[in-house]
């Protein structure tokens, strides 16, 4: 699919807030979001709040990332994952499915989040972890070497 963009002009406002096409790959960026040009915003993707995309990131497929989280280096969060609150995901570091990353929650390294599984509170993920299916990792726990 070839996706172009012809102007970064609002598009659209919901319950106050505008929101544009990203340059790179047409997806929805609310105007309180920082999405970088380096950065992949699939056509049916969505950033919204005071969500950070940046360098070679990557969202596509219905994913959304809100709030105040952060996904950046050559992470990646795709399928119908959500990412929100002040949650990280960057490195390498694939988000997937119906999965969630929230609260204060890192998901780095090659670690990978998915199915329905659930990463919250300050749970820290990386190294080559993986989570599925339906597992909840949530408050202070360490699972890999956290960078």
């Known amino acids: 699919m070839d996706i172009r963009v012809f102007t970064k002009e609002s598009v ?11 340059p790179n790959g047409g997806g929805m960026v609310a105007e309180t979001a920082q ?6 915003v699939g ?8 969500a950070k995309i940046h360098g070679d990131a990557w969202v596509h497929g219905n994913a959304w990332v809100f709030g105040n989280a952060e996904v950046f280096g050559n992470a990646e ?14 490195g390498d570091a694939k988000v997937f499915g119906f999965a969630s990353v ?4 890192m998901v780095c390294g090659y670690a990978e989040v998915s199915g329905t599984a659930e990463v919250c509170g300050s749970a820290k993920l ?15 726990v360490e699972m890999g070497a956290v960078a």
């Open 35 to 40: 999405v970088a040009d380096s950065a992949y």
């Open 12 to 22: 659209v406002e919901i319950d106050g807030v505008k929101y544009h096409h990203h």
């Open 77 to 90: 969060v795709f399928s119908n994952a959500r990412v929100f609150g002040n949650a990280k995901v960057y």
């Open 43 to 50: 056509p049916f993707a969505k950033i919204c709040g005071c």
């Open 102 to 105: 929230y609260g204060d929650a």
């Open 126 to 140: 990386s190294g080559i972890t993986k989570v599925s299916e339906d597992t909840r990792i949530s408050g202070d």
